[in-house]
């Protein structure tokens, strides 16, 4: 837990010197507790403040990347149980189990990373690959990592055989699945020898918590955690627990967790994948590569780990919509993104074609905007003529949002030659309003 | 080494409210649906158990939707012209509830009619929604909610502009409302205030706090209900109705469902991916502590079923 500034008063020299640049000791411990400033500036501090510092400095849910040439995933470093308190920081790994024993291994691996689905101006991928070691380890590795630069999960108990297919790794960072109690002192040497991270299996949260800690004077840091339990409900206790006693500093569980979500059936899949990614999973393995379930866990991963204080924004610009032809018109609205998709949406759903501009807004609603003097004429016509709207129409026609009816004179003046026309307040009666009043 | 699992001491607890009422109780319904009662975040089993799970709700409506996907077009068929049978299907699906969707077209004397024949088809206890526009909802309930005096219907939807005939109606003829606002955690309360201010008794109660679909805003709506069920077990009274919410309209909306042609090729089979558009979004309803959830397509009922199954016998 972090410690408040009289807290962290108390561990200075109370001599109040200055010499960290601030009047007494007192400011400075209140500055640290801010995290504006480092303890490094203070050339008095003592050993033994340094380390309490530091542990309490240590974040409850270690930081876990894995690492490979290509790329990195990061997970853990959470602070809250709902993400309106704060935000969710490091998104779940989605991975991809794969088999040794599979002879179309590399051919399926180079399908699924091939894979890319846009989301609002993002790509998303799959994250890496956990390779089931039901055949050779090291010959499926090398064929797998042929085809992919992400990384990977190794799924073995055969501490020699994650050995020498670590080795074919060097400088990447893999994980290892998974450390038990018969098992943990063989697993954590190839963990410490490669530097890998180790996942840690237990029947009980008790038991967990124990071999964390054996693992750990063992010299392996990094591990996360396999929480067991034998359905969705038990799970989603354990992992509640798990956040809870991590946001209170046991260190033990301090980890984040991986889960399969095939264990119970593929039919239940994407439930599982989405349970998890909702409820505080940091590595998520799936068994199906089926888009038709990617997608749509990708973009539930992206909505829960949006920061709820910075709204998702579209970036600014000119959407077609239903394929628009110089005459159609051009509606104007803000960038938001439940804005942008309310409107974007009705227009889609009335089969009407029009040139959607998304103007720069700072990411608020068209009301909000207009209140805040962030969508008033200027901005909209600046739109309008940075975005070379004109060039791609014939007939020069824009739709204000009727909550921004007032602006229509000065969006007049500000663009000569223009027909300016007041459109609906809300875009559920856009279809309408386009029917009827456009045509 | 046991581990001393930190507990969440709550002073609240969400009221429960039940719906429909049999013929002993002065209604016709078969059975009737109890939803709330909570006393933790949802699923919390080492704090409490969950005393009623979340019920499904299919939405049809009182006549044949043009705008509906053809995938549910396709499911429902031909009952979707005649509400009785399409209320039966829906029974058969696996729902607990009916949503019965009253359209513009609809006169006052037809709306009756087809709550009727929803109320004669099944033994379910129904749910009926206006069209969405002041005048015709006002003008459609009143005489529905005056026709089934007594069956504990929950009608709707009220909102801040259009709440207080609805109320009255349903006060006089003992039914309950369902009272919507924007994403948004004051609106809900002074919502729930005002209609509580009315003489609505407050196990009559159901809000709806509103909920984006997936990829389309989904997430507000998850955190406004985390917020809601945190102020309500905090022992706020003004939050602390079950929520009812629509993940099926809004999952349907949405292109990634609707479309099947001249999409990218990495979303993915259309079906599956529009049944997983609306069973993910419900899902995350769940987990931010729906009570009632309204769905469109029986594989998504099925689906979100087995998991609530799941949730709560851990």
């Not at chain 1, 998890?276 to 539930?300: R, S």
Request: net charge negative.
């Amino acid at each position: 837990m972090a410690l408040s500034g009289i807290q962290i008063y108390k561990l200075l020299p109370q001599t109040n010197c200055k010499e960290c640049g601030f009047p007494t000791c007192l400011a400075f411990a209140m500055k640290l507790a801010a995290k504006q400033v480092e303890l490094g500036a203070c050339p008095y501090v003592s050993e033994a403040s340094k380390k309490q510092l530091a542990e309490s400095a240590a974040p409850p849910i270690r930081l876990v990347t894995l690492k490979a040439d290509g790329s990195e995933v990061k997970v853990g470093n959470e602070v809250v149980m709902y993400r309106h308190e704060k935000t969710f920081y490091n998104k779940p790994g989605l991975f991809l189990r794969v088999r040794a024993s599979d002879p179309d291994l590399a051919k399926k691996v180079a399908q699924a990373d091939a894979y890319k689905v846009n989301y609002v101006g993002m790509d998303f991928t799959l994250n890496g690959y956990a390779i089931e070691a039901d055949g050779d380890l090291a010959s499926a590795v090398k064929a797998v990592r042929e085809v992919t630069k992400r990384p990977l999960i190794l799924i073995s108990n055969d501490a020699a055989a994650l050995d020498s297919s670590l080795s074919l790794l060097a400088g990447e960072t893999a994980l290892i699945y998974a450390a038990s109690e018969s098992n943990y002192e063989s697993l954590a040497e190839v963990a410490k020898k490669h530097k890998a991270v180790l996942a840690v299996k237990a029947d009980t949260l008790d038991a967990l918590a124990d071999l964390t800690q054996k693992i750990q004077a063992k010299g392996a840091e990094d591990m996360v955690l396999d929480l067991g339990g034998k359905n969705l409900g038990d799970w989603l206790m354990r992992s509640t627990q798990v956040r809870r006693l991590a946001l209170k500093n046991f260190r033990p569980l301090g980890y984040p967790v991986i889960f399969f979500a095939a264990q119970n059936g593929v039919e239940k899949e994407a439930v599982y994948a989405a349970h998890a990614i909702a409820k505080y999973a940091g590595f998520v393995v799936i068994d199906t590569f089926a888009p038709e379930m990617i997608y749509p866990l990708l973009v539930l991963r992206e909505n829960l780990y949006t920061d709820p204080q910075k709204p998702i924004q579209v970036q600014p610009g000119v959407y077609e919509i239903n394929s628009p032809k110089p005459e159609s018109p051009v509606l104007v609205t803000t960038n938001f993104s439940i804005t942008y998709f309310a409107v974007a949406n009705e227009v889609e759903g009335s089969g009407l074609p029009a040139w959607l501009v998304v103007t720069d807004a700072e990411g608020m609603s068209v009301l909000t905007a207009w209140a805040a003097g962030k969508f008033d004429a200027e901005r909209i016509a600046k739109a309008i003529k940075g975005f070379n709207v004109a060039d791609k129409v014939s007939r020069k026609r824009l739709v204000l949002p009727g909550h921004v009816a007032v602006l229509s004179g000065e969006v007049e003046e500000e663009l000569p030659g223009w027909e300016v026309r007041v459109g609906p307040r809300e875009a559920v009666d856009l279809p309408a309003f386009m029917k009827q009043a456009l045509n | 080494m046991p581990i001393e699992i930190p507990k969440d001491k709550w002073l609240g607890s969400i009221r429960t409210v039940t719906i429909g009422a049999t013929s002993a109780e002065g209604g016709t319904r078969a059975k009737t649906v109890t939803v709330g009662g909570g006393t933790t975040m949802p699923y919390l089993h080492f704090k409490a158990p969950t005393p009623n799970k979340p019920a499904i709700a299919i939405e049809i409506k009182s006549r044949k939707p043009t705008d509906w996907s053809p995938l549910l077009a396709e499911v429902w068929g031909e009952a979707m012209a005649d509400p009785a049978q399409w209320a039966k299907k829906a029974e058969e699906a696996g729902a607990d509830l009916i949503v019965l969707a009253l359209t513009v077209e609809d006169s006052p004397e037809d709306a009756v009619k087809a709550v009727k024949s929803v109320l004669g088809a099944t033994g379910l206890p129904l749910i009926v929604w206006g069209p969405g526009q002041a005048e015709k909802d006002n003008e459609l309930l009143v005489p529905v909610s005056e026709a089934t005096k007594g069956e504990k219907l929950v009608l709707g939807i009220c909102e801040d502009k259009n709440y207080r005939t609805i109320v009255a109606t349903a006060m006089a003829n003992g039914h309950l409302v369902q009272a919507r606002a924007p994403m948004d955690v004051n609106l809900s309360k002074q919502l729930n205030i005002l209609i509580s201010d009315m003489g609505m008794p407050k196990d009559r109660i159901l809000m709806d706090p509103t909920t984006g679909a997936l990829g389309y805003g989904m997430e507000y709506g998850y955190s406004v209900m985390e917020r809601l069920r945190l102020a309500a077990l905090q022992g706020d009274a003004m939050t602390q109705f079950p929520m009812i919410v629509t993940p099926g309209f809004e999952a349907w909306k949405t292109k990634e469902a609707k479309v099947g042609e001249g999409v990218p090729e990495a979303w993915g089979d259309w079906k599956a991916r529009a049944v997983n558009w609306e069973t993910l979004t419900a899902l995350a309803l769940v987990e931010s502590g729906a009570d009632i959830l309204v769905l469109r397509h029986p594989e998504s009922v099925k689906r979100v079923k087995d998991t609530i199954e799941e949730l709560i016998t851990a």
